[in-house]
């Protein structure tokens, strides 16, 4: 089923027509529980990955012997979603409360050290003919796969993530020597980082930057703007919350490809390759969530009235406080490592 983001609330082009100038698209790539195989974009799904090629690992030193296993996460999250579809508001019986604490110990695995190879999970790839908005790879590369280390203990804080980007040219992949089981880690640090296989439903919106990255002088504007909107629904003593341009009107939630970074966490800073300096463009935004927290206006068309769990956070990524990963790559060479922030 495809997914229609709803038109804007309103036609922030008419209220500051020098927003058309910043005028850009993003895809936003709705992904849903699914079976993808490897010719599929996907989030959590199979890689088009050779079988003869090395699979990433982690190999910056951290703890990586304590944790949970990646198929006991998953087994908690059917087993609640099977309890949801079957009443949403009865909850878990005794015996299934009994079974996801089973799900949800720790174990550790005494043998492994601190610089072992750590398989990497499969986070998400994307094809070009499917993500209009991806850009290009080095050398006519159209298939661009992302992969994440489990555990949050990471240089140079000790608490960040480790991305590992990879593009590589589709055709040139024999299909019939994919590596099908592909090894995976025997514990995992955070649940979060575990992604549930979904195929994706690519719908191209139009997007604006982040409000802190416009010229000040129509920053300002804007923000006067709001201010008016939320006195008059005081006025009114309106209980829904006003028209906003970061939650309604310029970057969408949820899993994205292209288009603008929202910054409003740490505001903006630059963004620029380690390697060369230039100035890096936006590859993938991982978002915990597809609608809600103020982002109700981006639901889907068809899946609006629908109750938010499982449907905003269908993959079972969690970032951070339930936000969004933004991945940015280097368009001087895209072979350039990657860099991210949290949001």
């Given amino acids: ?15 500051f027509p ?21 010719s599929a974009s996907s989030v959590g799904g199979p890689m088009l990955w050779p079988a003869d090629e090395p699979w990433p690992v982690c190999t910056e030193a951290h703890g ?50 601190d610089t072992d190879p750590l398989p990497l999970l499969a986070l998400a790839q994307l094809y ?29 804080t000790g608490h960040s993530m480790f991305l590992h ?21 025997p514990v995992v640090g955070y649940e979060g980082y575990v992604p549930e296989p979904c195929e ?23 923000d006067a703007w709001e201010e008016e909107l939320e006195e008059e629904a005081e006025e009114r003593d309106d209980e829904d919350d006003p028209v906003s341009y970061q939650f309604d009107l310029s970057i969408p939630p949820g899993w994205q490809a292209g288009g603008y970074a929202s910054w409003h966490v740490t505001d903006p800073y630059a963004m620029d390759c380690a390697t060369c300096a230039t100035p890096m463009r936006l590859l993938l935004t991982v978002g915990t969530s597809e609608w809600g927290g103020g982002y109700e206006s981006w639901t889907p068309i068809e899946e ?37 922030s949290v949001q």
């Fill in 165 to 185: 980007v990879r593009w590589r040219r589709s055709a040139e992949v024999d299909v019939e020597n994919v590596l099908t089981s592909p090894p995976q880690p």
């Fill in 64 to 113: 990586r012997g304590r944790g949970r296993h990646p198929a006991d996460v998953r087994a908690e999250r059917a087993l609640t979603a099977e309890a949801w579809a079957r009443d949403p508001y009865e909850g878990l019986t005794d015996e299934e409360r009994h079974r996801v604490d089973e799900l949800r110990r720790e174990h550790r695995v005494p043998e492994a050290s």
């Fill in 200 to 222: 994706l439903h690519p719908e191209q919106v139009v997007t604006y930057p982040f409000a802190g990255l416009l010229p000040e002088e129509l920053c300002e504007r804007i």
């Fill in 304 to 340: 609006q009235g629908l109750r938010p769990n499982p449907h905003a956070v269908p993959t079972g990524v969690v970032v951070g406080n339930h936000g969004r990963l933004n991945v940015f790559g280097c368009p001087a060479d895209p072979d350039h490592p990657p860099r991210w």
């Fill in 18 to 38: 020098e927003l058309a100038a910043h005028r850009a698209t993003t895809t936003r790539l709705h992904p849903r529980p699914g079976r993808p195989d490897v």
């Fill in 1 to 15: 089923m495809k997914r229609t983001t709803p038109p804007r609330p309103l036609d922030v082009e008419s209220l």
């Fill in 128 to 156: 070009a003919r499917d993500v209009p908005d991806l850009p290009p790879g080095p050398d006519g590369a159209d298939l661009l796969q992302v992969f994440w280390c489990p555990f949050d203990a990471h240089r140079p």
